[in-house]
Every structure is written in C-alpha cells, then in structure tokens.
T-cell receptor, first 117, second 115 residues
Framework: AQKITQTQPGMFVQEKEAVTLDCTYD???????LFWYKQPSSGEMIFLIY??????QNATEGRYSLNFQKARKSANLVISASQLGDSAMYFC??????????????FGKGTLLTVNP | ETGVTQSPTHLIKTRGQQVTLRCSSQ?????VSWYQQALGQGPQFIFQ???????GRGNFPPRFSGLQFPNYSSELNVNALELDDSALYLC??????????????FGSGTQLSVL
C-alpha cells in the first residue's frame, strides 16, 4: 500500500486566491512527522512546513498552513494568497519513528500547482 | 551559509557504464542522504551516510554505493548502468539524523540520462 497518497496530479488557482493540496498517509506508527516540500523547475526541494503526530495545533509558516486531521490520516497543505512564484510541484512526505525508518523520508507522487495571473 | 551543492548538473551515460555523482553538504551538517527521482514520481530514498558510515538503505541493489568523506561531502556511485537508472538524483543534508522533525536541505540534483 502507498504510504503517502496525493490524489491531485495537477491543480490550478488564480493569483491571490487560496488553494488546498491533498495528502493522505498510511502508518501504524504512533510517532511520525509529516512534511511538505516545494520543487520548482530548478529541481531543488524546498522545505515548507512540518507537522508532528503529537502536535495539538495545526502547523503554520507564513502563507502555508497544514490542515492535520489525524483520525482521517490526512495532512493537507493550504496556501493562502497564491503568488505566481508558487507555481511548482508540491510533495507530501512522512518520516516514521519505528522499524528503523527514522532516517528516511517517504514521498508522495506530488501535485503540480499552476497559479494563473 | 553555503547550501547543498551537487555536481555535475547533467550527465549522459550509456548502458553498462559507471557513474559518480558528488555532493557537498550544507555547512554544519554531518549527515547526507541520496534520493532518486524518476520522471513524474516523488523522490525515493537510496541511502544515508552519517560520520562516514552508511546507516540506512532503501530498496536499491548493491550496484548503488556511496561514500562520505571527513568533511561530510559525499559521492554516489552507480555501476553497470541500466536504462531505468535515468532520473534526477538528489542529495540532502541534515544536522540531527534520526530526529522525527529533522528537515532535509536538498541540492538541485544531477540529471542522469542513460542511453
């Protein structure tokens, strides 16, 4: 089974509007971390936001917020006030604590976001 | 603060050849991880090096090997290249290996094409 599922291959949003990128995950580990990365056409993966499984509040970093619904195993990224420079691939990733997996991130297949002027 | 740098940026090889990719970690980081990103896919973990030792490996065959040097820079070596090895190879560094909330800092990658 896929550990990270991103069901939206592509999304379009108008400049200055908000957009939600979906991510669901699968783990039986009670301790895990969820990450979102942005990958522009240059190739570099840029860290956006982190949510720990024990965090009581949803994470926020500037225009980025994470809608964490633990019971549904979802960690959706919300980008407010979209900018043209937000056009990129967005990846959801997870790090699990147990089973010796804490050294790696497991990524989803990504969502290509296009911001229209 | 110097970020993660990778070289070369692009490489073309033929099937059966060997290739070495290089990575300089971010200043102050002692851990380097390598990921393979095939076209249209998310990155897949290859292995991680901490203090010159491999301390984690993904589902990649032994022809994928690596090194980490005392200055924490790293190499990824791939022997007997296959067509499916064509991908973007990403290097990432971090300072606190094994911490759940540790974020990775990535380079821009090496685009490898195997013909």
């Amino acid at each position: 089974a896929q550990k990270i599922t991103q069901t939206q291959p592509g999304m379009f949003v108008q400049e200055k509007e908000a957009v939600t990128l979906d991510c669901t995950y699968d783990t039986s580990d009670p301790s895990y971390g969820l990450f979102w990365y942005k990958q522009p056409s240059s190739g570099e993966m840029i860290f956006l936001i982190y949510q720990g499984s024990y965090d009581q509040q949803n994470a926020t970093e500037g225009r980025y917020s994470l809608n964490f619904q633990k019971a549904r195993k979802s960690a959706n990224l919300v980008i407010s006030a979209s900018q043209l420079g937000d056009s990129a691939m967005y990846f959801c990733a997870m790090r699990e604590a147990q089973g010796g997996s804490n050294y790696k991130l497991t990524f989803g297949k990504g969502t290509l976001l296009t911001v229209n002027p | 603060e110097t970020g993660v740098t990778q070289s070369p940026t692009h490489l073309i090889k033929t099937r059966g050849q060997q290739v070495t990719l290089r990575c300089s970690s971010q200043s102050g980081h002692n851990t380097v991880s390598w990921y393979q990103q095939a076209l249209g896919q998310g990155p897949q973990f290859i292995f991680q090096y901490y203090r010159e030792e491999e301390n984690g490996r993904g589902n990649f065959p032994p022809r994928f090997s690596g090194l980490q040097f005392p200055n924490y820079s790293s190499e990824l070596n791939v022997n007997a290249l296959e067509l499916d090895d064509s991908a973007l190879y990403l290097c990432a560094s971090s300072a606190r290996p094994g911490q759940i909330n540790e974020k990775l800092f990535f380079g821009s990658g090496t685009q490898l094409s195997v013909l």
